[in-house]
Antibody
Framework: EVQLVQSGAEVRNPGESLRISCKAS????????IAWVRQLPGKGLECVGI????????RYSQSFLGQVSISVDKSANTAYLQWTNLKASDSAMYYC?????????????WGQGTLVTVSS | SYELTQPPSVSVSPGQTATITCSGD??????TSWYYQKSGQSPVVVIF???ERPSGIPERFSGSNSGNTATLTISGTQALDEGEYYC??????????FGGGTKLTV
């Protein structure tokens, strides 16, 4: 069974750093892209960026360039989303999702989401 | 940047057909996927590659895409279909674009 299990909810102060994770199981991690998707409270879905674990090919959506970094640890079958200077506006639910190929395949499996709260 | 436009809300009576549209420039030239999100849960894909249904998704869900509009159709809509629906397409091989979402009320 394919599973994407995300790390638990986090609370941070503005200016702090944070890394959240998405651990994959039930499939060959390096054969599928991982996407990170943000959902602001009461709002819609926005793609933060995508990464291909085999070669760490990483692509960020324009709105998130320079704001976050995405990485993987192939040995741990885990993808990460990281901030170095959190803002209150980063408070949101973040989902990871896997998909096979850009432009063609859907986000076929999703993690349960990680709620990030940034507040002083 | 590429944009997808959905109606904010659609209302349908139980047993009737719900139609949710998604508009974008030359959207028919791209593959569109549709996701369903129940409140407090992760999204689930219900249609991909315009009209394909993943295994486990009921046959009452169907999709089409032509010109500038993709359409999700739910035949014999049930109360359990209530929730938010998002369309999604790619702008090139880097940018994933989601529509703003449509709240379906049954």
């Amino acid at each position: 069974e394919v599973q994407l299990v995300q790390s638990g909810a986090e609370v941070r102060n503005p200016g702090e750093s944070l890394r959240i994770s998405c651990k994959a199981s039930g499939y060959t991690f390096t054969n599928y892209w991982i996407a990170w998707v943000r959902q602001l409270p009461g709002k819609g879905l926005e793609c933060v960026g995508i990464i291909y674990p085999l070669d760490s090919d990483t692509r960020y959506s324009q709105s998130f360039l320079g704001q976050v970094s995405i990485s993987v640890d192939k040995s741990a079958n885990t993808a990460y989303l990281q901030w170095t200077n959190l803002k209150a506006s980063d408070s949101a639910m973040y989902y990871c999702a896997r998909f096979r190929q850009t432009e063609i395949h859907p986000f076929e499996n999703w993690g349960q989401g990680t709620l990030v709260t940034v507040s002083s | 940047s590429y944009e997808l436009t959905q109606p904010p809300s659609v209302s349908v009576s139980p047993g009737q057909t719900a139609t949710i549209t998604c508009s974008g420039d030359k959207l028919g030239d791209k593959y569109t996927s549709w996701y369903y999100q129940k409140s407090g849960q992760s999204p689930v894909v219900v249609i991909f590659q315009d009209s394909e249904r993943p295994s486990g998704i009921p046959e009452r869900f169907s999709g089409s895409n032509s010109g500038n509009t993709a359409t999700l159709t739910i035949s014999g809509t049930q109360a359990l279909d209530e929730g938010e629906y998002y369309c999604q397409a790619w702008d090139g091989d880097t940018d994933v674009v989601f529509g703003g979402g449509t709240k379906l009320t049954v």
